[in-house]
């Protein structure tokens, strides 16, 4: 069997007004209030998170009670995660990480474990590549939405709500994107992503801890100093064999010796760079809000439905 990558532009992300139908089955809020609420997200990622943490009151860059319970009731993440889900950033990520599987599994299904996929995008490419995928979520609310999205592109993907469900040695690889910076603990997360691949497994992340500014307001400023630093990967015996020059994604092995087959170079000219984000991340911030920029033509056609709505 030969495995290859699919497109990463996953539905019903192509398709607007399905997208708008599928919001606002699972939001409960009108379709007139998703497509502006989409649109606005669409012209600026991390519009309505930074709108709504504001009217809670919650402090940003902060882990609290507050923050806690902002994550528990807000529907902001649906639209903010929408639209990163088909920015041109996150759909170069995605086909790497399809590229690198597809280069390492030798023609092999992989045993696929996507943590924190929210929407399940993520888990609904790789298993339309061919690999065994276990999607795992906090929220219910995004679960229900991604079980939706499983449903339309026909993938059988299992879901666990506990991560007791997990066996040690469970999983040939482990997704984990744009999670770590919004935990009050990244290292326990490591920990456990450690004990559940097994060894010569593969851990592909992407986390940008230096990225605390107005734009994302629940990354956690206590975990910048984590910024361009593999320390607490390799703590817990995953070295780095690959990845991109920013870090969007880079991959980890699991061994107890540094891999042989590993292409480090562009990853460490790039950990240098990240490195200075953990004392002085301005312009990290500026270009990372310009690198993750949406693509226009959404925010175009929302617009004439939104005319059609209204």
């Given amino acids: 069997m030969t495995l290859t990558p699919t497109s990463p532009m996953v539905h019903p992300l192509d398709q607007n007004s399905e997208l708008v139908d599928l919001i606002a089955e699972v939001s409960g809020e009108p379709r007139g209030v998703v497509i502006q609420r989409l649109m606005d997200e669409e012209e600026c990622l991390g519009t309505n998170v930074r709108r709504d943490l504001k009217e809670a009151g919650v402090p940003s860059h902060v882990w609290s009670d507050a923050m806690i319970e902002f994550y528990r009731t807000t529907r902001s993440f649906l639209y903010e995660t929408v639209a990163w889900n088909r920015a041109p950033l996150k759909l170069e990520m995605r086909t790497w990480i399809g590229n690198f599987l597809a280069e390492r599994a030798s023609g092999r299904s992989l045993k696929v474990f996507s943590f924190g996929d929210g929407l399940g ?19 219910e609310e995004c679960v229900h939405f991604a079980k939706k999205v499983f449903a339309k592109n ?29 935990v009050p603990s990244p290292p326990e997360c490591i920990e456990m992503f450690s004990r559940i691949l097994r060894p010569g497994g593969w851990l ?31 703590q817990q015996g995953l070295h780095p064999v690959d990845g991109r020059f920013f870090w969007d994604p880079i991959a980890l ?33 500026y ?21 059609v709505e209204t």
């Fill in 121 to 139: 995008f993520d888990s609904v490419y790789l298993a339309k590549a061919g690999h065994d995928v276990t999607y795992f979520e906090v929220s």
């Fill in 154 to 182: 026909g993938q059988d993907v299992t879901v666990i709500r506990s991560e007791q469900e997990i066996l040690e040695g469970e999983f040939d690889v482990i997704i984990c994107l744009d999670v770590l910076e919004h």
């Fill in 204 to 234: 592909l992340t992407h986390s940008p801890f230096f990225f605390t500014s107005s734009h994302r307001v629940t990354h956690l400023a206590s975990n910048r100093k984590y910024s361009g630093s593999t320390e607490m990967f390799t």
């Fill in 253 to 285: 092995e699991k061994s107890s010796t540094e891999p042989t087959q590993r292409r480090l170079g562009p990853m460490r000219a790039g950990g240098r760079l990240l490195k200075i984000g953990r004392v002085a991340n301005a312009i990290h911030c």
């Fill in 287 to 307: 270009l990372a809000q310009k690198m993750s920029k949406t693509d226009r033509r959404w925010r175009d056609e929302l617009k004439l439905l939104l005319k």
